[in-house]
């Protein structure tokens, strides 16, 4: 018996648990849509990209797109540059090895052209150059989101994490051959990597407008040649450089080794590849046996591992383009070779590149 008498109904009792049980129902059914809400929108559909396009995802397609426009922008800056002949060269500083580094307005001309250019269009991406970038002489570069139809044929759209990816930026390889207005030499140069691994690049040649570009499991405008000697190989090395490598190569594959010397790293990696161009070189070998910086090799690594090349250092490790601006183990690069067996052959110069 209920207190004071009072006699609780049974069908009373089952409605004011209903209306309780509603009450309830209403407030939790609201958190659980607002969760589910939060949910659906912070997780990916399945087989989608991981975030929505514009916000926290990249198409690799319009950046090989930007990044080639980058490339040509900034070598328009280097020509007009070198062509009326207003370098204002000055010395930034010196190599490991002591030797001098210049820098000129075309340095920084394209850098601000390139680096802007591409800082409009994904905002969100981590980019690497070898110039500093002067936030007070900042440059409004637009980009009308337009792929150039070579491309558009053929390269699918590719969306990937903006986080996982960096791009590096070479505004004007081979500066110390531009001050002495050895032009052939000289390329601009984009390259995106996707968690440290090279998938994008793009070498330019301002002074003859001739540009390639490959994109990893995606396609390229160039190729490799139909033929490599691997007994006698062409082997193309920096000008400053060549002393260190010609002995070895010539005691490892004989006298009649043919040592090339050039500028720039873009120029080399295009001299193992199929250049329909006058002043291009061509070899067989690229080898680099002292300390290098990343957005020197970074795109020519990317062009060789589209194409199925290779690019290591000289103990066969792969390069990995996040962290430090520089690559202490040298580097040796071949397409269309026995890449191992060539690293074989030359382990005495793994020596040469920590000094």
Partial sequence: MAPMGIRLSPLGMAVFCLLGLGVLYHLYSGFLAGRFAFFMLSEPAAGGPETPHGSGAVDLRELLAVSVLAAVRGGEEVKRVRDGNDLNAKAKGKTREGAEEQLTSGDLLSNRRMFYLLKSAFPAVQINSEERVDTADQETVSWNRSIPEDIKQKIQPKEVPAESVTVWIDPLDATQEYTENLRQYVTTMVCVAVNGKPVIGVIHKPFSAYTAWAMVDGGSNIKARSSYNEKTPRIIVSRSHAGKV???ARQTFGNKTVIITAGGAGYKVLALLDVAEENQEEADVYIHVTYIKKWDICAGNAVLRA???????????????????????????????????????LPDLEKTSHK
């Fill in 246 to 248: 010609e002995q070895v």
């Fill in 307 to 345: 194409l199925g090349g290779h690019m290591t250092t000289l103990s066969g490790e792969e390069i990995s383009y996040t962290g430090s601006d520089g690559n202490e183990g040298g580097l040796i690069a071949s397409i269309n070779m026995n890449h191992k067996a060539l690293i074989e052959k």
